[in-house]
């Protein structure tokens, strides 16, 4: 968590709440977060001046595009944005302050502090790391029933790591690929290689539907996640599997079943999911 639905919910946020604006000052309380570059006191300075021109996504990265450089942060587990104005109190767990000149500031806020940011010349970012090695976006139009054919015709591994793998799909993390697999009727165990070419195009299509809904209800409120005005998602409500192990199946009554494939938590109906 966060994944695809829940990263475009926060970025579409965002852009209704901080685009045009400029940064005076950026305080950084946690300086391992920053990534890129490694001096946090170049990182500032590089910011200082610049306007938030549009926001934009890349699997679960969120990309801040601004004058002259792009800034990429990933949220990780825990990690949220809001916007406050500057004189109220700030939260615990706020770790980086991009201070506007309009009287706002943008906080970025992380428990565990996992969550990381790289900073690139614009135009750089898809060439370098995090972002180079990454795979195709769900809602392009790259993301065809014959290329994840090719892809998933190629592993040995079982079908739920395969999908779990931003250098295939990018996006996809435990709750969508345990709910596309529920509506495709796929099993998480099955080898991928042996999934056939009828039940790709069924998996395919049930991705795309899965993450749509899921956008559009602004996301699962799993644990701790909110949009970027603290708003909580809704999709959860419409989980057919994912965290509802012991409890019946919507389609057949089966109590849903809870095992881990790839060291994640998986869950699925051992009728529906044969």
Not at 65 to 75: A, E, G, R, W
Not at 227 to 249: I, P, S, T
């Amino acid at each position: 968590m966060p994944e695809l639905p829940e990263v475009e919910t926060v970025r579409r946020t965002l852009a209704e709440l901080v685009i045009g604006k400029t940064i005076e000052q950026v305080d950084v309380g946690w300086a391992k977060m920053i990534k890129r570059p490694d001096d946090v006191d170049q990182f500032k300075w590089l910011l200082k001046g610049q306007t938030i021109r549009s926001m934009g996504r890349r699997g679960k990265f969120l990309l801040f595009h601004l004058d002259d450089y792009t800034l990429v942060s990933h949220l990780r587990m825990e990690g949220r944005y809001g916007l406050y104005q500057q004189n109220e109190s700030v939260a615990k767990h706020t770790h980086v302050r991009f201070v506007f000149g309009d009287g706002t500031e943008l906080r970025y806020q992380d428990v565990r502090k996992f969550g990381t940011m790289h900073l690139f010349q614009s135009g750089r970012e898809q060439m370098e790391p995090p972002l180079a090695k990454l795979g195709v976006e769900p809602f392009s139009d790259q993301f065809s029933a014959k290329l994840l054919t090719e892809h998933l015709s190629k592993a040995s591994r079982k079908i739920k790591s395969a999908l779990l793998d931003q250098g295939i799909i990018v996006g996809l993390g435990n709750i969508y690929v345990d709910e596309a697999l529920f509506r495709a009727r796929i099993h998480p165990e099955r080898l991928a290689k042996d999934v056939t070419v009828a039940e790709v195009k069924i998996l395919h299509q049930a991705i795309l539907n899965t993450l749509t809904e899921a956008v559009n209800l602004g996301g699962s409120s799993i644990k701790s996640y909110v949009n970027g005005q603290g708003e909580m998602g809704m999709f959860q409500q419409r989980l057919d599997v994912y965290g509802r192990k012991g409890e019946a199946c919507r389609q057949c009554g089966t109590p849903i079943t809870k095992t881990v494939v790839g060291g994640r938590g998986t869950h699925f109906c051992s009728v529906c999911q044969k």
